[in-house]
């Protein structure tokens, strides 16, 4: 893992959050690679899960989330983990993380055993929405502009006027002198970052259904952040406090549960694969009932191996009509779908696939990591760090090197092959140290095709040769020799 952490840092694809001030623990920030890579998954997540199918429709909701959807959907009484305190060395753990020695429970850091009772520790962040009260916030008043948005006008005086945050639960604008909320001031104001991405859909579940005329069985995506005050993160990003979830909500008739259980568990195996991870170090783990939440028929966690061991990479619930019941009975507002066949109006059941965006960037990183030889300038054999990422997910797709960087025809023959592949793909051009050591440099970070411009392509050696180049494969280091025009379809239809 060390090396995979090292490479992440040197060559730009996870960053610790807040470095220069320290960081914070559990949040990471993406770096130019790092973000396409990031973005090339969720691109392809989306292709295949909405794109290109006819029964899958898109949302983005909003992160903050009013408490009257997270009470609803049982967060805000149960979405805990058991915490333990090491009263030795003041380690806050998991219950779960505890090691077990002789049947003893020690703390994993100081191997302590004076350890708290376990007690539930709610893993949402709360925070308030519209303006506070200066004197517990430290803050200043906003008051609402005459087109009723808040701005920084200054602190308001006691009499001022300022936007209530009840706005958010009751969909209504109330005003009030600041007098009367100081004294609400309070519960209305609360909300929380949403814990998954999921409950905005079922929120939206009839707005949806309204607009988009889908029949049943039909699913809502969504990606987004989620946010979790994780007790222990750890796993560079695999257990992170703010990370992104890609959620598909399918939904369908009760008796037709189980079979699309079934159905997405194969479709997201096979989504894996698809982008480069090895069936083999894929698990399907059928998550016991004891361990499945009480609404759950049936769930599956799709597992990888990673370097510190078997992880959840994605679960696969299916979770009946407990949501879409529960919103309908906190909100009041009905969420029965309505069939014209059999005019019979009825809660549609759902079987969730939720994947976690970092989780799958980790693993894509972990299983492309590798080392192998590959003889360097003077062809003396090296060891050569190579990140195998599957081309479809690859930040850079290809690089493009005129051979010799002080020749000008070489040079602009480079940068019009460049132009001619950048409206297609994410190509990077290099002209600097000598062609070996960029061919390295770019197996690092796994640009899985290199361009160069030689001689021949010239014609210099051979007129037959005019307008072709070299494409070198990263992997088997093999190179073709292919005609310039030829090069957007060739490349397109292997990065795809
Ligand atoms: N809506 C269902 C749900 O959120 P979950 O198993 O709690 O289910 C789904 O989360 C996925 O989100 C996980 O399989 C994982 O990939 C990702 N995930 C959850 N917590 C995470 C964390 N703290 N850091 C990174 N990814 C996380």
Excluded at 287 to 298: I, L, M, N, T
Excluded at 339 to 352: A, G, L, M
């Amino acid at each position: 893992m060390e090396k995979i952490v090292s490479l992440c840092k040197r060559r730009g694809f996870i960053f610790q959050s807040s470095e220069i001030y320290g960081g914070l623990n559990g949040l990471w920030d993406y770096g130019p690679l790092g973000v396409e890579l990031k973005r090339n998954l969720k691109n392809y997540w989306w292709r295949v899960l909405v794109h290109e199918r006819d029964d899958v429709v898109g949302m983005d909701g909003s992160i903050l989330t009013p408490p009257a959807v997270l009470e609803a959907s049982g967060h805000v009484k149960g979405f805990s983990d058991p915490m333990v305190d090491c009263r030795s060395c003041k380690a806050r753990l998991r219950s779960d993380q505890l090691v077990e020695k002789r049947g003893v429970k020690q703390c994993p850091v100081c191997g302590g055993r004076d350890l708290t009772e376990a007690r539930p520790f709610n893993l949402m962040f709360k925070t308030r929405v519209g303006p506070v009260d200066p004197r517990w916030s430290g803050g200043a008043m906003f008051p609402v502009s005459a087109a009723g948005a808040t701005g920084p006008a200054g602190p308001v005086s006691s009499q001022a006027e300022f936007r209530d945050t009840r706005t958010l639960t009751a969909g209504t604008t109330i005003i009030h002198d600041s007098a009367s909320v100081l004294g609400a001031e309070d519960e209305t104001a609360i909300a929380y970052l949403r814990p998954e991405t999921a409950q905005s859909i079922f929120v939206q579940f009839k707005n949806i259904l309204e607009v988009s005329r889908k029949k049943l069985p039909f699913g809502i995506a969504q990606i987004g952040k989620a946010f979790r005050n994780e007790i222990n993160p750890r796993n560079f990003t695999f257990r992170s406090r703010e990370f992104e979830q890609m959620e598909l909500e399918y939904f369908c008739r009760a008796e037709d549960g189980m079979k699309w259980l079934e159905y997405w568990k194969d479709e997201r195996i096979r989504f894996y694969e698809n982008i480069g991870i090895a069936r083999d170090k894929l698990h399907v783990l059928t998550v016991p009932d004891e361990a499945r939440a009480f609404y759950s028929k049936g769930t599956y966690d799709i597992e990888y191996d990673f370097p510190f061991g078997r992880q959840e990479l994605e679960g696969v619930a299916y979770r009946t009509d407990y949501d879409l019941l529960q919103h309908q009975k906190a909100s009041g507002k009905s969420l029965e779908y309505f069939d014209e066949e059999t005019k019979q109006r009825f809660i549609p059941h759902v079987v969730e696939p939720s994947a976690g965006v970092d989780r799958t960037v980790l693993a894509l990183i972990c299983e492309a990591y590798s080392e192998d030889e590959a003889p360097d300038e003077k062809g003396k054999m090296e060891t050569r760090v190579v990140l195998r990422l599957h081309p479809r997910v690859a930040p850079i797709k290809c690089a493009v090197f005129p051979l010799l960087k002080n020749k000008q025809p070489l040079v602009a023959k480079a940068k019009e092959i460049v132009d001619l592949l950048r409206p297609h793909m994410f190509v990077f051009y290099d002209e600097s140290g000598a062609i070996g050591r960029r061919y390295r440099r770019q197996d690092e970070i796994g640009t899985p095709f290199g361009v160069t411009v030689d001689f021949e392509t010239l014609g210099e050696k051979d007129p037959a040769l005019r307008e072709t180049v070299t494409l070198r494969e990263r992997d088997s280091m093999k190179q073709e020799r292919v005609a310039i025009k030829d090069l957007p379809s060739i490349l397109i239809s292997r990065i795809r």
